[in-house]
């Protein structure tokens, strides 16, 4: 059971935008900052957003993340069919002293 | 930048493991270093960080006590020692770079 809390599934069609939230607390989310990872089927996990809002290289500008208190977003604007993955959000958790991952979303591309 | 890991296969429950991490195209005393897995269908999991020169060390709960972070940043490698192992720890291991490159993983499976 993890201390963050994600929706477990969203879809879209080609072009919408989607919306996944990542619910945490205190000791997490609100003092630290949220990355996101995309999981495609059978791949490592990438990082698609850093420190709440920063975007690595090379990482589509279609992706952009939010963090207001104890919650923190990840937005896929003009939705494709290859961002069809496992989405995850993570941080530090001050009172477990380790980092926490949240359960993942899996984004469908209708 | 490469991260490669190796070591795993299959154990027994109560047994133990050694998995490595091998990295190349980065300067490895530079960064923090973690172990993530992820179990069958399940999602990611993190299990354990190393701080860039070794000196600060962290577990999730489920593995205290059992599993030993290290790295020898003259070799590039970090090292995940797993001991009393059950089937609870059947999972892919990845080793990330904080938090931007990671390997392809190995997979370790428990079972007698």
């Known amino acids: 059971q993890s201390v963050l809390t994600q929706p477990p599934s969203a879809s879209g069609t080609p072009g919408q935008r989607v919306t996944i939230s990542c619910s945490g607390s205190?000791?997490?989310?609100?003092?630290?900052?949220v990355n996101w990872f995309q999981q495609l089927p059978g791949t490592a996990p990438k990082l698609l957003i850093y420190?709440?809002?920063q975007r690595p290289s090379g990482v589509p500008d279609r992706f952009s993340g939010s963090k207001s208190g104890t919650s923190a977003s990840l937005a896929i604007s003009g939705l494709q069919s290859e961002d069809e993955a496992e989405y995850y959000c993570?941080?530090?958790?001050?009172?477990?002293?380790?980092?926490?991952f949240g359960p993942g979303t899996k984004v469908t591309v209708l | 930048v490469q991260l490669v890991e190796s070591g795993g296969g299959l154990v027994q429950p109560g047994g133990s493991l050694r998995l490595s991490c091998a990295a190349s195209?980065?300067?490895?005393?530079?960064?923090?270093m973690s172990w993530v897995r992820q179990a069958p269908g399940k999602g990611l999991e993190w299990v354990s960080s190393?701080?860039?020169?070794?000196?600060?060390?962290f577990y999730a709960g489920s593995v205290k006590g059992r599993f030993t972070i290290s790295r020898d940043n003259s070799k590039n490698t970090l090292t995940l020692l797993m001991n009393s192992l059950t089937s609870d720890d059947t999972a892919i291991y990845y080793c990330?770079?904080?938090?931007?490159?990671w390997g392809r993983g190995t997979t370790v499976t428990v079972a007698s």
């Open positions: 205190s000791s997490n989310i609100a003092n630290f900052n």
């Open positions: 190393i701080s860039n020169s070794g000196t600060s060390t």
């Open positions: 993570a941080t530090w958790d001050g009172s477990l002293t380790g980092h926490v």
């Open positions: 420190n709440n809002n």
């Open positions: 195209g980065v300067i490895f005393s530079n960064y923090d």
């Open positions: 990330a770079k904080h938090w931007d490159v």
